[in-house]
C-alpha cells in the first residue's frame, strides 16, 4: 500500500483528488493549513469514500519546522503538492507572500523528499504558463511566455525548479498544466468553496443564479471569437483529479519517460462565456441574470489544450461534458444553501 502526501488537500482540486486516490487503493495523508478551506472536508471525503479517512494534518508547510515534522513522523511514498495561493488579483497586490509561499512550500518538499529518499512528485501548474497562445490546440512543447503575474511566476517557477532538480535523478516529477477546472464531486459533498466574492467564471454563475450576487459581468464582448467572448479549455474537476492518480500510478508502474515530464490537462474543446452561461441555462433550467461589461486586464483571448501527449502517454482523457460540468457545480451551489 502506498501513501501519498496530498498537500492543500483540503482545497477543491486536492480533496477531489483525494477521493479518488482513496478509491484504487492508496492511502492518503493531508496536510493543509486551512486559509482557504474547512476541516470539514475530511469528514466529506470520508463519507465519499466508504469509511476509509485521509489522515489529516493541520500545518503551514511553508514553515520549515511543520513541514519536515510531516516527513519525520509519516512513511511518505509520493507527494502531490496543491498547497499554494492562487488568486491572480491578490497575487499582483501582494508579490512577496505569493512568491514566498509558493516557492517555499515546494522547496520544502524537495528537501524532505531529498532527506527521506521519496522518489515521486506530482506538481499542480496551469496553462497560464503559456500566456496567449499564437495558436491552438497548445501543445507541451509550446515554450511558456513571460507570466502576466506573480501567481502564474509561482507556477513557471516551481516547474523551471523541477526541470533542474530532477536531473539528478533522485526525483521524478511531472508537472500537470490544468486548463479550467470547474464542477464539482457528483455527490455534492465537495467543490469549490470561494472566499468572499469570487474571481472565476463558474463560482460567479451560480452564485449569481442562487441570489448571493445581482448580476454576472462577462468581462468584454468585442474579442475576435464567434461571439466575441474569451474561450478556455473547462475541464470537470474529477477528470482532472483522476488525472492525478493516473500520473502517480506512472511512477510507481516506472512508465515515466523523463525524470520531469509535463502534460496538458483539458477536455481539448474551446467553449466561450456564452457557451457555459447557455449549458448552463439548458441544464438548470435557470435564466441567468448578466450583462457585458469592460474587458478584464490580463485575460487571454482564448486558449485550448492540445491533449495528443496526455491521451498517448498517460492513457488518460477528460470523460465529463460541458453539461455535466455546468449541472455538478450547480447541484454543489444548492448543498451550500441547505448548510
Ligand atoms: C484564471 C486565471 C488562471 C488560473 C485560473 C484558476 C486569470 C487571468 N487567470 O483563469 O491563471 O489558473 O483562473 O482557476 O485570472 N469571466 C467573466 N466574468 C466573471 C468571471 C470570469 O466574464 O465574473 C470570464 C473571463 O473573462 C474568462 C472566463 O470567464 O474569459 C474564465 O475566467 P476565470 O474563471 O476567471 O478563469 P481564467 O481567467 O481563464
Given at each position: 500500500m502506498?501513501?501519498?502526501?496530498v498537500?492543500g488537500?483540503?482545497g ?6 483525494a477521493?479518488e486516490?482513496?478509491a484504487v487503493?492508496y492511502?492518503?495523508i493531508?496536510a493543509?493549513?486551512?486559509?482557504n478551506?474547512?476541516?470539514?472536508v475530511i ?5 465519499i469514500?466508504?469509511g ?10 511553508s514553515?520549515?519546522?511543520?513541514a519536515?515534522?510531516?516527513f ?5 511514498d509520493?507527494i502531490?503538492?496543491f498547497a499554494?495561493?492562487?488568486a ?10 505569493y512568491?514566498r509561499?509558493?516557492l ?5 518538499m524537495?528537501v524532505?523528499?531529498?532527506?527521506h529518499?521519496?522518489k515521486y ?5 496551469s496553462c497560464?504558463?503559456y500566456g496567449?497562445p499564437?495558436s491552438?490546440?497548445?501543445s507541451?512543447?509550446?515554450?511558456p511566455?513571460?507570466a ?5 511566476n509561482t507556477?513557471?517557477m ?11 535523478g533522485?526525483?521524478k516529477a511531472i508537472?500537470?498544466?490544468y486548463f479550467?477546472?470547474?464542477g ?5 459533498l465537495i467543490?469549490?468553496?470561494p ?10 454563475i451560480?452564485?449569481?443564479a442562487?441570489g448571493i450576487r445581482?448580476q454576472?459581468?462577462?468581462?468584454g464582448?468585442?474579442y475576435?471569437?464567434?461571439?466575441g467572448t474569451?474561450?478556455?479549455?473547462y475541464?470537470?474537476?474529477v477528470d482532472l483529479?483522476?488525472?492525478?492518480v493516473?500520473a ?12 520531469f515530464?509535463?502534460?496538458?490537462i483539458?477536455?481539448g474543446?474551446?467553449f466561450?462565456?456564452l457557451?457555459?452561461?447557455?449549458s448552463f441555462e439548458k441544464?438548470t433550467g435557470?435564466?441567468?441574470n ?15 489544450a492540445?491533449t495528443?501527449f496526455?491521451?498517448k ?6 470523460e ?13 451551489q444548492q448543498q451550500?444553501a441547505?448548510?
Open positions: 502506498k501513501t501519498i502526501l498537500t488537500g483540503t477543491y482540486i486536492g480533496s477531489h483528488t477521493v486516490l482513496q487503493g492511502d492518503v493531508i493543509d493549513n486551512l486559509v478551506s474547512t476541516a470539514s469528514d466529506r471525503i470520508e463519507r469514500s466508504n476509509k479517512r485521509p489522515l489529516f494534518i493541520k500545518a503551514d508547510l514553515n520549515e519546522t511543520e519536515a515534522a510531516i519525520d513522523n509519516n512513511k511518505i509520493g502531490i503538492n499554494a495561493f492562487k491572480v488579483g491578490e497575487s499582483c497586490e501582494k508579490p512577496i507572500e512568491y509561499n509558493n517555499q512550500i515546494a522547496i520544502n524537495f524532505n523528499m531529498k532527506k529518499g521519496i512528485f506530482v506538481q499542480s501548474s497560464t504558463v496567449e499564437d491552438n490546440p497548445i507541451e512543447n509550446t515554450p511566455k513571460f502576466v503575474s506573480p501567481y502564474g507556477k513557471q516551481v516547474e523551471d525548479m523541477l526541470q533542474f532538480i530532477t536531473q539528478t533522485e526525483i508537472a500537470l498544466r479550467n477546472p470547474v464539482a464531486h457528483p455527490t455534492a467543490g469549490e468553496l472566499n468572499g466574492i469570487p474571481n472565476n467564471l463558474m463560482p460567479y451560480t452564485q449569481t442562487a445581482k454576472l459581468t462577462i468581462f464582448n468585442n475576435p471569437t464567434p461571439d474569451c474561450i478556455r479549455d475541464i470537470h474537476v483529479a483522476k488525472a492525478h493516473v502517480m500510478d506512472r511512477f510507481f508502474e516506472h512508465k515515466n519517460k523523463a525524470n515530464e509535463a502534460f496538458n483539458g477536455t474543446n474551446g466561450s462565456v457557451d457555459i452561461i447557455k441544464t435557470i435564466k441567468l448578466y450583462c457585458f461589461g469592460e474587458r478584464r486586464a490580463g485575460d487571454v483571448v482564448r486558449i485550448w492540445d495528443t496526455a491521451e502517454e498517460l492513457g488518460w482523457k477528460a465529463l461534458s460541458i453539461d455535466e460540468m455546468t449541472l455538478s457545480a450547480w447541484h454543489w451550500l441547505q448548510e
